[in-house]
């Protein structure tokens, strides 16, 4: 037979019944908390890793920044280590744009590692240009270059069927295009920014 409950068992029993109600709200709070928390954080993460320059939407992915131009109906991805406000102010003397390359062979002239490394940059032109090959300046003694009978080029060889895009190490930093030719200065993070400046002006980002 069960045994009769007496009445301060049953005491016991509501206490703890209370307590375990207790523990579980406590619990289930701090899930909410932590929920909540955790959303808002995430929230701004995402918020931190998008950004806008006029009518352009860039995200930061592992390695760049990241946005995409449309060009004689193509959607170009541009990857830059830099925004267009962090390159702005880099002075630029001429006009450039997609024209200036659309259907051309385009020769990089660049003979120092860094230089090369940079010239990298510019493969965001192979979609709309009718090739790319990379080049030395004339009388280059660079390794490189002699290495690998590299072509030699400089603006002198640019025309309305060529564009020619030298980059070069130096103390001061510098670009300015004309006569098809597009010639990029800088040293360094300079020189990075240089170059991204030239592209940000060539897909018509910055003006």
Not at 86 to 96: A, H, K, L, R
Not at 134 to 140: D, E, G, K, Q, T
Request: hydrophobic share 35%; proline share 2%; with cysteine.
């Amino acid at each position: 037979m069960k045994p009769l409950e007496t009445s301060q068992g049953r005491e016991e029993k509501a206490k703890k019944s209370h307590r375990t109600i207790r523990t579980i709200s406590i619990i289930l709070a701090i899930i909410m908390v932590s929920s909540t928390i955790g959303y808002a954080i995430l929230e701004t993460s995402q918020k931190e890793n998008k950004t806008t320059y006029g009518d352009y939407k860039f995200i930061q992915t592992d390695s760049s920044w990241q946005t995409q131009v449309a060009v004689s109906n193509q959607i170009i991805v541009l990857n830059s280590d830099y925004l267009p406000q962090d390159v702005e102010n880099i002075s630029f003397d001429g006009s450039i744009s997609t024209d200036d390359f659309l259907g051309k062979g385009i020769f990089i002239v660049a003979s120092s590692g860094l230089e090369r490394q940079k010239a990298e940059k510019f493969n965001v032109l192979s979609p709309i240009a009718l090739r790319m090959q990379l080049a030395c300046p004339y009388n280059s003694s660079a390794g490189f270059c002699i290495d690998y009978n590299m072509p030699e080029k400089d603006c002198s060889d640019a025309d309305s069927s060529t564009s020619i895009i030298i980059i070069s190490e130096d103390n001061e930093t510098s670009a300015n295009y004309g006569s098809y030719c597009l010639t990029i200065k800088g040293n360094g993070d300079e020189l990075a920014k240089a170059v991204e400046n030239a592209i940000f002006r060539i897909f018509g980002i910055l003006n």
